[in-house]
């Protein structure tokens, strides 16, 4: 039935593009005619902080996913950065 899909060079795009957003995509084969792209939930979290950050303006903030909440948090802050959020930016940074 022609070649598996592994080799097809439309898929192979496919996963390079998503490899090149920065999102850790693999794929696993089941059979010639079935595979499946996988993604981390690390590579979309960080992938859609990035495109989160990409619209935000105001120059005080902070933006971070809380695990314990399952959501993606942006701080702002005015004047000097609150001792909270300067524990978030040195854990990081660790």
Same mark, same amino acid.
């Given at each position: 039935?022609? $070649?598996?899909?592994?080799?097809?060079?439309?898929?192979?795009?496919?996963? *390079?593009?998503?490899?090149?957003?920065?999102?850790?995509?693999?794929?696993?084969?089941?059979?010639?005619?079935?595979?499946?792209?996988?993604? $981390?939930?690390?590579?979309?979290?960080?992938?859609? $902080?990035?495109?989160?950050?990409?619209?935000? $303006?105001?120059?005080?903030?902070?933006?971070?996913?809380?695990?314990?909440? *399952?959501?993606?948090?942006?701080?702002?802050?005015?004047?000097?950065?609150?001792? *909270?959020?300067?524990?978030?930016?040195?854990?990081?940074? *660790?």
């Amino acid at each position: 039935m022609g $070649t598996d899909l592994s080799k097809n060079e439309s898929i192979k795009a496919s996963l *390079q593009k998503l490899r090149n957003l920065g999102l850790r995509a693999n794929t696993i084969e089941f059979n010639e005619n079935w595979i499946a792209v996988t993604i $981390t939930s690390e590579s979309i979290i960080n992938y859609l $902080t990035r495109m989160v950050e990409k619209y935000i $303006t105001y120059p005080n903030h902070l933006t971070e996913f809380d695990k314990e909440t *399952q959501m993606l948090v942006v701080h702002f802050w005015k004047g000097e950065v609150p001792w *909270q959020i300067r524990m978030k930016i040195g854990e990081k940074t *660790q």
